[in-house]
C-alpha cells in the first residue's frame, strides 16, 4: 500500500463515520419530533385567551399563556416521556403545569407514527422586561432517554405605562371648542384612546371628582358614556367636531396594546380639566410667510348695551414656529378701540416650536418664558402685551377683527385654526357684516 491509498482509506473510514453519526442524529430526531403548534393568549381583552398562531407569541405581564406542543413519535418502543425546561425560565417565567406529565407514547412506527398533545402553561414572573425571549422546551424519555426539543419564541408586552399629558394643562379655561390634545409617547402603547366628558360639577381635585359620566378605564372601543372619544395611533389629536361653548369638560386618554390600557388613576392628574371659550370662530386661515393674515368675527353680548368684562382671546394657530408671530385684536364697529397687541414674537431663541394654543388673559404667565421649542410651543393662559382690561365697558355687541403677522420669511408658515373671545359678561358669536367704511368727505359733498 503506498501512502496514498493509506490516506485515502483514512478519509474515507472518516466520512463514513461522520455519514454514520449524522444519519443516527436523524434518525433519532425524525424518530421523535417535538414542534409547537399554538399559545393560547390571555389577556384583559381576552380573559378566556385566543388562540395566537405566529410567533413570537406575545404574552401578557401577570397573564397566562398555554403553549401547545405536538409530539410526533415514531420509535417502535413504548416510553413515559416528561415534558420539561431546558435550562431555567424564572425569574421572566414560572412554569405552572404541564399535561399530561409524563405523557405516554406507544410503539409506533416510520410508517404509522404516534401524534399526541402536551399543554404548558406558563405565567409571566416578577421581572418582566418587555421584548423576545426563546425558550426551549424538552421532551424527554424516562427509560429509553429518546429526547426531542423545541424553541418557542415570546414576546413579553407590558401594558402601556399611566399617560404623561403635554397639553393642555390641568385647569385651562377659555379653550378653544375643537381642542388640540397631546401627550408624551408610550414605548408600550400601539394606540391611544382619547376621552372627553362634561363636568357638571366643576372641575375636580383629584382629576375624576368632575361628575361626568366618562367609563373608568374601558376595554372596549365603544365610546361609552363620553361625549367624544377617538382612537388614534399617534400622541395627539385634533378634536373635529365643536364641543359646548363656556363648559368644563375633562379629557383622558389611555395607551392601549394586546395587554391592556394604562393605569388611569396613577396619571397626574388622571383626567385633565379645561373649560371651553364662549364666542368661537373656525377658520382654518392661512398666515403666510412674511406676510399678514386678518380675520374678521362678531358678536352679541348676552342683552343689548351688556359690556365686556375681563376680555380674554383665545388663538389656536397651527404654525411652525411661534416665535415668528405678532398678533394683535382691534374692536372695529360700533366703535373703534385697539390695535392691542398681545404678542409680539415671544423669545426668537427659545420659542422655535410648532403650535399655539393659547388662551391671552391678564395675569396669565409670560409668553416669552413659557414659550418652547417642542409642540405645542406655547399653550395655557398668556399674559397679553398690552392688557386686554383695556377693553372693559366696551360693548360686547360689535364686530372684531383679529391680525395675525408672521414677521420672518423663514420657510415657516401656519395656519389659524380656531379663535375665540370670551368675557365676564357673556358673549356668543353671530354673522359678521362689515362694518361701514368711514365717511370721507370730497368736493363738500359726502361719498354714497
Ligand atoms: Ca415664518
Not at 144 to 154: E, Y
Amino acid at each position: 500500500m503506498s501512502r496514498g491509498t493509506i490516506a485515502q482509506h483514512t478519509a474515507l473510514w472518516a466520512g463514513l463515520i461522520l455519514a454514520l453519526s449524522a444519519s443516527e442524529v436523524r434518525a433519532q430526531a425524525a424518530n421523535f419530533i417535538m414542534t409547537v403548534d399554538n399559545a393560547k393568549i390571555y389577556t384583559p381583552f381576552h380573559p378566556e385567551g385566543f388562540i395566537d398562531t405566529v410567533p413570537p407569541y406575545t404574552m401578557c405581564a401577570t397573564y397566562y399563556a398555554q403553549f401547545r406542543f405536538r409530539y410526533t413519535w415514531r420509535h417502535g418502543y413504548a416510553e413515559q416521556v416528561y415534558t420539561e425546561p431546558v435550562g431555567t425560565f424564572y425569574p421572566y417565567y414560572f412554569l405552572q403545569q404541564v399535561f399530561p406529565n409524563p405523557i405516554s407514547m406507544p410503539v409506533a412506527s416510520v410508517a404509522t407514527p404516534a401524534v399526541r398533545t402536551v399543554f404548558a402553561d406558563m405565567v409571566t414572573g416578577p421581572v418582566n422586561t418587555g421584548g423576545v425571549r426563546t425558550l426551549t422546551f424538552r421532551g424527554r424519555g424516562l427509560f429509553q432517554g429518546a429526547t426531542s426539543s423545541v424553541n418557542v419564541l415570546v414576546d413579553t408586552q407590558l401594558p402601556p405605562s399611566s399617560t404623561r399629558y403635554r397639553e393642555i394643562p390641568h385647569l385651562t379655561e377659555d379653550m378653544p371648542l375643537r381642542p388640540w390634545l397631546g401627550w408624551q409617547q408610550d414605548l408600550f402603547a400601539t394606540s391611544y384612546r382619547v376621552d372627553i366628558a362634561e363636568c357638571p360639577g366643576g372641575p375636580g381635585t383629584t382629576g375624576l371628582g368632575c361628575g361626568s359620566a366618562m367609563t373608568f378605564q374601558p376595554l372596549t372601543p365603544a365610546c361609552g358614556s363620553s361625549d367624544y372619544c377617538a382612537t388614534v395611533p399617534q400622541t395627539f389629536h385634533q378634536v373635529p367636531t365643536a364641543l359646548q361653548p363656556g363648559q368644563g369638560y375633562e379629557y383622558r386618554v389611555l395607551g392601549m396594546n394586546t395587554c391592556g390600557v394604562s393605569e388611569e388613576q396613577t396619571a397626574n392628574p388622571p383626567r385633565p380639566y379645561f373649560k371651553t371659550a364662549q364666542a368661537c370662530f373656525l377658520v382654518n386661515g392661512s398666515i403666510p410667510d412674511g406676510g399678514v393674515a386678518t380675520f374678521n368675527a362678531a358678536t352679541l353680548g348676552i342683552n343689548p348695551g351688556a359690556s365686556v368684562q375681563n376680555l380674554r382671546l383665545t388663538v389656536h394657530a397651527d404654525h411652525a414656529q411661534v416665535g415668528d408671530l405678532r398678533i394683535s385684536l382691534t374692536k372695529t364697529s360700533p366703535a373703534v378701540l385697539g390695535p392691542l397687541t398681545v404678542m409680539d414674537q415671544p423669545n426668537p431663541t427659545t420659542c422655535v416650536g410648532r403650535r399655539m394654543q393659547v388662551a391671552f388673559a391678564d395675569g396669565g404667565a409670560s409668553a416669552s418664558t413659557s414659550c418652547k421649542s417642542t409642540e405645542p410651543a406655547l399653550s395655557g393662559r398668556i399674559n397679553p402685551i398690552q392688557a386686554l382690561g383695556s377693553f372693559n365697558g366696551t360693548l360686547a355687541e360689535g364686530t372684531w377683527q383679529l391680525r395675525v403677522e408672521d414677521t420672518v420669511a423663514n420657510g415657516k408658515a401656519g395656519s389659524l385654526v380656531e379663535w375665540c373671545l370670551s368675557s365676564d359678561v357673556a358673549l356668543s358669536p353671530t354673522t359678521f357684516v362689515p362694518p361701514p367704511p368711514p365717511m370721507i368727505m370730497e368736493n363738500g359733498f359726502e361719498s354714497p
